[in-house]
């Protein structure tokens, strides 16, 4: 499953285009990977960049979503210049973390982090979790889900606030607004609040995020979606 979402300011046009792509590893292990390109005036402020989260799942034998690695990585295209750097981390089952730095392909840095039990690794297994719960969602619902980072440890919170109905020229289709956030701004970008919609299936079909410097809103628009 591959969904498709375009990042546009009401002032400064297309921002960049995303991607976020499911897919089964070996009919056992799950890869989630979400990768950004940046376009129109942030490709013009910092050249060609490239932003790739990919996460490594898979199921425990009561089902819950465990973590087995997780990297982040960006590059950079800029005047002659190629910058490529992020992190790796990798997780047992004693809840040890091991983060590895990267630079230009190469470790620069390694880190060793313990983690409690039923800790997600990383943003992704979150969203993951969250769209694979059975239950549908309901009104005034709050999940929290503690999880991962290099930085520290985060704690996402999703707050179901409002139910909207969009009404296509076919069909009607039910939108939960949630709310997200995640104190000292753990989720992507540093950001630490962003409201989504989402379908009766938990798909994200749209998103707003604050822009940098409180200049606005940025839109995330799903534009297409492929199995």
């Not at 989720?187 to 606005?216: H, I, M, N, Q, Y």
Request: charged share 20%; glycine share 10%.
């Amino acid at each position: 499953m591959t969904e498709r979402y375009r990042c546009q300011h009401l002032l400064f046009g297309t921002l960049g285009d995303l991607s976020l792509e499911t897919r089964c590893i070996d009919g056992q292990r799950l890869q989630v990977e979400l990768a950004g390109d940046a376009l129109g005036m942030m490709a013009l402020l910092d050249g060609n960049r490239r932003q790739c989260y990919t996460s490594m799942l898979q199921h425990d034998n009561q089902g819950r979503v465990v973590t087995l690695s997780h990297r982040q990585s960006t590059q950079i295209d800029s005047r002659g210049r190629r910058i490529q750097y992020g992190w790796v981390a990798t997780f047992d089952k004693g809840g040890r973390v091991t983060a590895r730095r990267l630079w230009g392909g190469d470790i620069v840095e390694t880190r060793d982090f313990q983690i409690p039990a039923n800790c997600y690794g990383d943003f992704l297994s979150v969203l993951y979790a969250f769209q694979h719960q059975n239950e549908p969602l309901q009104m005034a619902q709050v999940f929290r889900y503690p999880f991962f980072t290099v930085q520290g440890m985060g704690r996402i919170v999703v707050r179901v606030e409002g139910v909207e109905v969009q009404e296509p020229m076919a069909s009607s289709e039910t939108l939960w607004r949630c709310r997200i956030t995640s104190a000292a701004g753990r989720l992507p970008g540093r950001c630490s609040s962003l409201t989504v919609w989402c379908d009766d299936r938990r798909r994200v079909v749209k998103a707003e995020a604050p822009f940098w410097w409180g200049l606005g809103t940025v839109v995330i628009q799903r534009i297409s979606e492929s199995s």
